[in-house]
């Protein structure tokens, strides 16, 4: 079996961990009898400075014909942010319906979480963030000069959307521990929360298997911190979802080992994998990015291209090397580079992968 897969490592960091990640995938196929057929492209703030743009106008097109889409990071400094997000990463999460952004956060063992008194058994919990409307929109504008310049940016609720997004959010709970919190903020938010809630709550009475509350973000932020163990999936709009996604990640140790799926759960289009975290343009180009979160953003591709054996074996290989705590990155009290963690994570692979065989033999 050969799959398809586009890359686009884009900026700072992104590029370094993208390297990394490959070298595991690549492994990881071999050893499990399939391979990637990787196609890479230089879309980035770069390529926006010497042609214009961050992609080229055929760039989607070009994107459709793969199985998957592994992207680094995208945003640089010379660029604004506004400009080369809108440019590339969120074009691709809304052309491919990619409605979904699924975080999985888990404190893995060996990770010091900088919540005192916290092990893996406290921090296991699913961000299942909108992915595709509400706070992220376009419309809107400035007007006006001066003084009296004001700006207006309008949040876009559809009923589809949420009923999509807590349809998932539910499912994934059944065949978890069974809660979902939702996260809102009706109170200060009289439209578009509300009407948030009146539809997460008519989704949660097709699951009466599955515990539903919903929640304050601000209430719920704090309890990310002083009760992570009461979390198993939090659905949230397309800015929540966001920020309690960096949230989650730090409290699991580092953005550094946080994955992400830009999910089309259809299969209409491909779906896209990359790390939470961005470019870190603070620590790009020394050579010591945490390679994790992108690493286990490819153990999810794999998982979702059919190859969940593939999956398993990078993610026991990436928690093996985390466990001994020798190799790790600065993010995590270490002081290996990307490379050298790579290199622990490959050299895991083959025992990790044979002792997956013999359980399933
Ligand atoms: P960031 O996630 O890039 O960095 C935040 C902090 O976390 C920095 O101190 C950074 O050094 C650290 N960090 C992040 N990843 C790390 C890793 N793998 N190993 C070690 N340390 C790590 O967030 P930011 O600084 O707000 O954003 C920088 C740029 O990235 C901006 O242009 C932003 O828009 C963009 N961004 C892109 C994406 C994406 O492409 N998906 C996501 C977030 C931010
Ligand atoms: C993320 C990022 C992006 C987002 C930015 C860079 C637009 O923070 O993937 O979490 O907010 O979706
Ligand atoms: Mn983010």
């Known amino acids: 079996m050969r799959y398809r897969i586009a890359s686009i490592p884009g900026d700072g960091i992104g590029v370094e961990v993208c390297t990394a990640a490959r070298a595991v995938l690549d492994r990881?196929?071999?050893?499990?009898?399939?391979?990637?057929?990787?196609?890479?492209?230089?879309?980035?703030?770069?390529?926006?400075?010497?042609?214009?743009?961050?992609?080229?106008?055929?760039?989607?097109?070009?994107?459709?014909?793969?199985?998957?889409?592994?992207?680094?990071?995208?945003?640089?400094?010379g660029v604004p942010d506004h400009v080369s997000l809108w440019g590339l990463l969120i074009p691709i999460r809304r052309a491919f319906d990619q409605y979904v952004n699924l975080r999985p956060v888990r404190l893995l063992p060996g990770v010091p979480s900088p919540l005192a008194g916290r092990g893996p058994e406290d921090v296991d919990l699913v961000v299942v963030r909108?992915?595709?409307?509400?706070?992220?929109?376009?419309?809107?504008?400035?007007?006006?000069?001066?003084?009296?310049?004001?700006?207006?940016?309008?949040?876009?609720?559809?009923?589809?959307?949420?009923?999509?997004?807590?349809?998932?959010?539910?499912?994934?709970?059944?065949?978890?521990?069974?809660?979902?919190?939702?996260?809102?903020?009706?109170?200060?938010?009289?439209?578009?929360?509300?009407f948030w809630d009146e539809i997460v709550a008519q989704v949660a009475a097709e699951y009466?298997?599955?515990?539903?509350?919903?929640?304050?973000?601000?209430?719920?932020?704090?309890?990310?911190?002083?009760?992570?163990?009461?979390?198993?999936?939090?659905?949230?709009?397309?800015?929540?979802?966001?920020?309690?996604?960096?949230?989650?990640?730090?409290?699991?140790?580092?953005?550094?080992?946080a994955p992400s799926g830009n999910i089309n759960p259809?299969?209409?289009?491909?779906?896209?994998?990359?790390?939470?975290?961005?470019?870190?343009?603070?620590?790009?180009?020394?050579?010591?990015?945490?390679?994790?979160?992108?690493?286990?953003?490819?153990?999810?591709?794999?998982?979702?291209?059919?190859?969940?054996?593939?999956?398993?074996?990078v993610y026991a290989a990436v928690e093996a090397v985390l466990a001994r705590g020798q190799t790790v990155t600065a993010d995590l009290g270490g002081t290996a580079t990307t490379e050298q963690v790579t290199a622990a994570v490959l050299g895991m692979l083959p025992a990790v992968t044979d002792r997956s065989r013999e359980t399933v033999t």
């Not at 994790?292 to 398993?312: F, K, N, R, S």
Request: proline share 5%.
């Open 28 to 77: 990881a196929a071999s050893l499990h009898g399939f391979a990637l057929a990787w196609t890479e492209f230089d879309w980035s703030c770069q390529r926006y400075l010497d042609n214009g743009a961050m992609m080229p106008a055929e760039g989607l097109d070009r994107l459709r014909e793969h199985d998957a889409v592994f992207l680094g990071a995208v945003g640089f400094p």
């Open 130 to 194: 909108e992915n595709s409307e509400g706070e992220y929109s376009q419309i809107g504008g400035r007007h006006g000069a001066g003084p009296e310049e004001f700006a207006v940016q309008t949040s876009v609720f559809t009923r589809r959307g949420v009923e999509r997004i807590a349809r998932y959010a539910f499912a994934l709970a059944g065949g978890r521990r069974g809660r979902v919190c939702s996260a809102t903020k009706s109170n200060g938010i009289v439209h578009t929360m509300p």
């Open 208 to 257: 009466p298997n599955v515990a539903y509350e919903q929640m304050h973000v601000d209430a719920l932020a704090a309890r990310m911190v002083l009760a992570p163990d009461r979390l198993d999936v939090v659905v949230g709009s397309n800015l929540f979802g966001d920020i309690l996604s960096d949230l989650a990640a730090a409290v699991a140790g580092s953005l550094g080992v």
């Open 266 to 313: 259809e299969r209409d289009f491909p779906s896209m994998f990359e790390s939470v975290h961005g470019s870190a343009p603070d620590i790009a180009g020394r050579g010591i990015a945490n390679p994790v979160a992108q690493i286990l953003a490819g153990a999810m591709m794999l998982d979702h291209l059919g190859e969940p054996a593939a999956g398993e074996a």
